[in-house]
Structures are given as structure tokens and as C-alpha cells.
């Protein structure tokens, strides 16, 4: 898959660190920032962010990195292959991608 091109995010704390800016910088992706004010710029992120933290994030106590990416990963791929989205008629989104392809 590769790097993204750019990387969309609000005006939060943690996407305006010098960090954050000079990784990106240094690894040629564009970092693209909603308006100021206006969170409906970016509403599918923010839903997806909810939903990450209520259905993963608060449910663990994680170890070291290397197990949260572990268990990211898994529950990633349920998010995409079995659990039901009810934006897209209550289906995984794995199976609109096979439809429509």
C-alpha cells in the first residue's frame, strides 16, 4: 500500500506538534488541516475515532506497543470483514467492497 499522501486531522494539540510536523516533513506526506470550527470537515474520522476507543481502546490494558499493535490489528480486520456498519446497510465494509468491484 505505501505511505499516504497526506494525512487530514483537526486543529487538535496532537496534530500541531513540531514533532508530528517535521515526521511528516522528512517523510514527504502533506499534512492537510480541517477549518478551524467546522468538525463536520472531518465527521467520518471523528466517528471512527469513537468508535475505536468505545469498542477497543477502553476495553485494554496494554502491555508494550507491540501488543496494542497486536490486538489494533485484529480488531481492525473484524472492523473491515465481520462487524456490521450500520452507515452502509448494516454490513462489514469488506463486503460493499466485493460488491461494487
Given amino acids: 500500500r505505501g505511505k499516504p499522501a497526506a494525512i487530514r486531522c483537526d486543529n487538535g494539540p496532537e496534530y500541531l506538534s513540531s514533532e508530528l510536523i517535521n515526521w ?3 517523510h514527504q506526506i ?22 475505536v476507543r468505545h ?8 502491555e508494550s506497543v507491540e501488543h496494542a499493535q497486536e490486538l489494533a490489528t485484529q480488531w ?17 465494509p469488506k463486503q460493499l467492497t466485493q460488491a461494487v468491484h
Fill in 24 to 26: 511528516a516533513e522528512k
Fill in 55 to 62: 469498542e477497543w481502546l477502553d476495553l485494554h490494558l496494554f
Fill in 30 to 51: 502533506t499534512m492537510l488541516y480541517i477549518q478551524p470550527g467546522k468538525p463536520t470537515q472531518n465527521a467520518y474520522v471523528e466517528r471512527f475515532n469513537r468508535t
Fill in 76 to 92: 481492525l480486520w473484524l472492523y473491515n470483514n465481520e462487524r456490521p456498519n450500520t452507515a452502509i446497510g448494516g454490513i462489514p
